[in-house]
């Protein structure tokens, strides 16, 4: 069955454009904005950089995520002009073009003349020398950089604040998708905490997370471990990642495992983790894990948490970290107490009447 949920990523990578969830008037509202806010800063075009690492920019004009480390791609905005240049060849744009509202040219690997063809768009409309925000400029890698930089004598103007403010103002259709995609990754994390035995192996359980995912609808997914020889991150706020990528090793009996599950579900990517149990588990790590979660729910109310926990948050979106002032964020908490550990975080909404939990249920239980 997960051979199946493959083809459609084989064809046209982590790209998808469902006209329900995301109608025509949502792309057209999001490109009026986008020619306001140029508008507003005097910007005669809106060059955008993106790749695999950082899609989200490029995502948000035209709808495309690279899917390949070797696929990047720009997108030239007008007040009458919308046009992406891929590096994908022909055969996989006919793939791609029905699910991005961009019309795009392909770039073709042998060639290596991306910088090029956007020069090319740049020269017929005749942008060369007015004002051109560029966003995701410094993401470039230097030899493509060094490419473009000449293209634009007068240089150009920094973009990346104009478009990640407009990014981080969710739409109600936005939002609905975010919500969707965090249902779909709680049905996704029980049934991998169901999956926790003894004797399963990591790789096992990390082959698990990434079938149960795919088959909820996840176009990617990211999934990471912590157990007891991992080291806890420190208390209070901080940026220290505690989980990992699987071992070969097998869960022993009574274990607690710290699971993190990241997804992409049209575009838009969700966070969870959560502590499961190699069996039933014991009244000690019962009690911790119950702390973990109360600690959660004080941050999400606003309230400093009791007891010594570390948190860790960041804004998510169409990129697995978006910045601070994003409407949407990955809320995490670790708890460690008597040498037990727990771990808790959702997908929240940053509201002004409150932090809420996207979906519309939780279940808390491990």
């Known amino acids: 069955m997960s051979s199946l949920v493959r083809v459609p990523i084989l064809r046209h990578g982590m790209t998808k454009w469902d006209r329900e969830l995301l109608p025509q008037s949502e792309v057209d509202a999001r490109i009026a904005r986008l020619r306001a806010a140029m508008q507003a800063e005097k910007l005669d075009a809106l060059l955008v950089y993106g790749d695999m690492w950082h899609s989200g920019g490029l995502a948000y004009v035209t709808n495309f995520h690279p899917f390949d480390a070797r696929m990047p791609g720009f997108a030239v905005l007008t007040p009458t002009l919308l046009e992406a240049v891929l590096k994908v060849s022909s055969r996989d744009l006919t793939f791609i073009s029905p699910f991005i509202w961009a019309p795009a040219q392909p770039s073709d690997f042998l060639a290596n003349d991306l910088a090029g063809q956007v020069e090319d768009i740049i020269m017929r409309e005749g942008l060369q020398t007015k004002r051109v925000g560029f966003a995701g400029a410094a993401l470039m890698p230097p030899a493509l950089a060094a490419a473009i930089k000449p293209i634009f004598p007068n240089g150009t103007i920094p973009a990346d604040a104009l478009l990640n403010a407009l990014r981080a103002q969710k739409t109600s259709a936005e939002r609905a998708i975010l919500r969707l995609a965090a249902t779909k990754g709680e049905a996704a994390i029980a049934e ?175």
């Open 192 to 366: 991998i905490a169901a999956h926790v035995a003894p004797g399963v192996n990591e790789t096992e359980l990390a082959a698990f997370a990434d079938y149960a995912a795919r088959k909820a609808g996840a176009q990617d997914v990211e999934f990471l471990m912590h157990t007891q020889g991992d080291r806890m991150p420190a208390t209070g706020n901080t940026s220290s990642f505690p989980f990992r990528p699987h071992t070969e090793r097998a869960l022993e009996r009574g274990e607690h495992v710290g699971v993190y599950l990241t997804l992409q579900f049209h575009g838009y990517w969700t966070e969870l983790s959560q502590s499961v149990y190699a069996g039933t588990p014991s009244a000690q790590q019962r009690a911790v894990y119950d702390s973990c979660v109360a600690a959660f729910d004080q941050q999400l109310e606003g309230t400093t948490p009791a007891g010594a926990v570390a948190v860790w948050t960041h804004g998510i979106g169409l990129d697995r970290e978006e910045g601070d002032a994003s409407v949407t964020a990955a809320l995490h908490v670790a708890a460690e107490r008597n040498g037990e550990r727990a771990f808790y975080g959702r997908t929240i909404a940053r509201e002004p009447a409150g932090n809420t939990i996207l979906t519309a249920s939780l279940a808390k239980s491990a």
